[in-house]
């Protein structure tokens, strides 16, 4: 666990080097399946070129890690800026000279041989970006982000399957409350001891809520369906201004690979067309379309404190848990992470992943949207790149919490946050909904 390794060098060392590899692995995983024209085509404008990703993470790894850490000199400084998300929107990133899938993987693969040197030598103390290994922590999580965002793009490509995984477990025994009551109360809210937590994750507060009602489980298809079968998309009643306009814009009739044939709603996972499975949580929704669903049902998103509290507050200690469960690092009893699944779990499924207030699901399966904007906690320090969240902050981006199947555990944690625009769909979300006590 990465706390106790914190205390421990050699373990600590052993566990960076292990968690560098599970990336690797995995975004080799998402590369080696397709041919070279499917990785360096661009299969939606709204995501990188599997090849673009590919060498992003390598030059990642070589600023923050040989440069930042080691002192080393560039490699290939003239690719910088091919590979500076900033530089260039991900609708330009075809047409740059990007490296081709060899060279990329040749330039990752060198990185990483590099890295795994210095991670020999490097203290893991004594300055900002080497306590705890954060710096090696930090390209971890972005490493297994990327890899997120490829399998988004494997979604999005058209062709044959390609990827394969196991079913996730069935749903767990007994009938399950439609939703549970967090209690009135204060409690602690992000985190200053997390050793690989990000900047917007920090600091620590104290925020107190009213008493609030909140899905046992995220919206399942089949709840979904009767939104659907209800004229939920055809009446503005329950649509933000902004959310009705995007609606009638985008010509939106369900979610994202949503089809309806002989009387059957169908959907598209993965180069595989499939029934809808009822009982799984709903995929591919727009916040727009989660804040409609649940103003039709009589409800709301829950904020993100809501959420937070939901998932963390501990009643019997008063404290603040890591996870749900308690402390303890995910495994796979608890949540539907790391890409084990290609799909989000039934509703009702690990109950080993339950919250002290009967909540489950909150981590794993579907990203879940919030009520929230994106903004800064109280007492906020950019760190170590405004980038990462600074300019993010503000009205156009909504919270999203509890990561999906696509993400790693070690990008994966109570305090863990996630925003976007929200008219995007393609990401894995879905969401529950929440109500006041008095209005249960």
């Known amino acids: 666990?990465?706390?106790?390794?914190?205390?421990?060098?050699?373990?600590?060392?052993?566990?960076?080097?292990?968690?560098?590899?599970?990336?690797?692995?995995?975004?080799?995983?998402?590369?080696?399946?397709?041919?070279?024209?499917?990785?360096?085509?661009?299969?939606?404008?709204?995501?990188?070129?599997?090849?673009?990703?590919?060498?992003?993470?390598?030059?990642?790894?070589?600023?923050?890690?040989?440069?930042?850490?080691?002192?080393?000199?560039?490699?290939?400084?003239?690719?910088?800026?091919?590979?500076?998300?900033f530089e260039h929107p991900r609708a330009e990133r075809p047409n740059l000279p990007l490296l081709p899938p060899e060279e990329a993987r040749r330039y990752a693969h060198e990185v990483r041989g590099r890295v795994l040197d210095l991670l020999e030598t490097s203290p893991l103390e004594g300055a900002p970006l080497l306590d705890a290994g954060f710096g090696f922590g930090m390209v971890v999580q972005h490493e297994q982000q990327h890899d997120e965002t490829m399998l988004i793009t494997h979604q999005l490509r058209r062709g044959a399957a390609v990827l394969a995984a196991p079913p996730p477990p069935a749903a767990g025994a007994g009938r399950l409350p439609a939703d549970v009551l967090v209690p009135a109360g204060p409690?602690?809210?992000?985190?200053?001891?997390?050793?690989?937590?990000?900047?917007?994750?920090?600091?620590?507060?104290?925020?107190?809520?009213?008493?609030?009602?909140?899905?046992?489980?995220?919206?399942?298809?089949?709840?979904?369906?009767?939104?659907?079968?209800?004229?939920?998309?055809?009446?503005?009643?329950?649509?933000?201004?902004?959310?009705?306009?995007?609606?009638?814009?985008?010509?939106?009739?369900?979610?994202?690979?949503?089809?309806?044939?002989?009387?059957?709603?169908?959907?598209?996972?993965?180069?595989?067309?499939?029934p809808v499975p009822p009982e799984e949580p709903v995929l591919h929704v727009s916040w727009y379309e989660a804040d409609a669903y649940a103003r039709w049902a009589g409800r709301r998103l829950p904020t993100e404190a809501e959420w937070e509290k939901a998932a963390r507050h501990d009643p019997a200690s008063g404290r603040s848990r890591r996870f749900p469960w308690g402390d303890g690092e995910p495994g796979t009893e608890h949540a539907n992470l790391g890409q084990r699944h290609l799909q989000p779990a039934p509703a009702g499924a690990y109950p080993a992943g339950e919250a002290p207030c009967g909540a489950r699901q909150l981590m794993g399966d579907v990203w879940e949207w919030t009520a929230s904007d994106f903004r800064p906690y109280p007492g906020f320090r950019a760190w170590p790149y405004k980038e990462y969240s600074e300019v993010f902050f503000g009205p156009e981006y909504k919270v999203l919490r509890g990561g999906s199947f696509a993400v790693a555990p070690v990008a994966c944690r109570g305090t863990f946050r996630n925003w976007d625009y929200p008219v995007r769909r393609q990401i894995f979300a879905g969401f529950r909904t929440a109500c006041d006590q008095d209005a249960s």
């Open 187 to 274: 409690f602690t809210m992000g985190t200053d001891t997390e050793p690989w937590a990000l900047d917007n994750e920090r600091p620590a507060h104290v925020v107190d809520l009213p008493a609030y009602r909140l899905d046992t489980t995220p919206v399942t298809n089949a709840a979904y369906q009767d939104f659907l079968a209800d004229g939920g998309y055809d009446d503005p009643r329950w649509w933000t201004p902004e959310g009705w306009q995007h609606r009638m814009d985008a010509g939106l009739t369900a979610p994202l690979h949503w089809t309806r044939e002989g009387g059957q709603w169908l959907r598209r996972r993965f180069g595989t067309v499939e």
């Open 1 to 85: 666990m990465l706390n106790a390794d914190r205390t421990d060098p050699a373990a600590l060392r052993g566990t960076i080097a292990a968690e560098l590899t599970t990336a690797r692995a995995r975004t080799a995983a998402l590369t080696d399946c397709v041919d070279d024209p499917d990785l360096t085509a661009q299969h939606s404008p709204l995501m990188s070129p599997l090849v673009w990703d590919l060498a992003h993470i390598g030059n990642q790894e070589e600023l923050w890690l040989l440069r930042a850490i080691g002192g080393h000199d560039p490699m290939h400084p003239e690719i910088d800026p091919l590979y500076d998300a």
